[in-house]
């Protein structure tokens, strides 16, 4: 399995943008006629939601973890990531 989401999922945009000004097109004088920000940049929704889960997986003092996590545990936290992205949407995983 990859680290990858699916198509139908994509990855939720990033978790904590930041907001870049774009200006549009500008007067005579070099200033924007025209200007709206973008969110660019920071970790996506989707790894956002697979930290939280890990954190609740380490944070559970029954899980047998042994204070490690390997391959397979990291790759079910990414698959609820993609069902917390799913439920997002009104749809399932």
Not at 5 to 20: K, M, R, V
Not at 41 to 62: E, K, P
């Amino acid at each position: 399995m990859t680290n990858t989401p699916t198509p139908a999922l994509a990855d939720g945009g990033p978790a904590f943008p930041q907001l870049e000004l774009v200006a549009g097109e500008r007067d005579g004088h070099g200033d924007a006629i025209e200007a709206f920000t973008v969110a660019t940049g920071g970790m996506t929704l989707r790894d956002w939601f697979a930290g939280q889960a890990l954190a609740g997986y380490f944070a559970c003092s029954h899980t047998p973890h042994m204070n490690a996590v390997g391959r397979e545990e990291a790759e079910y936290m990414y698959r609820m990531a993609d069902a917390m992205l799913a439920a997002r949407k009104g749809g399932d995983a």
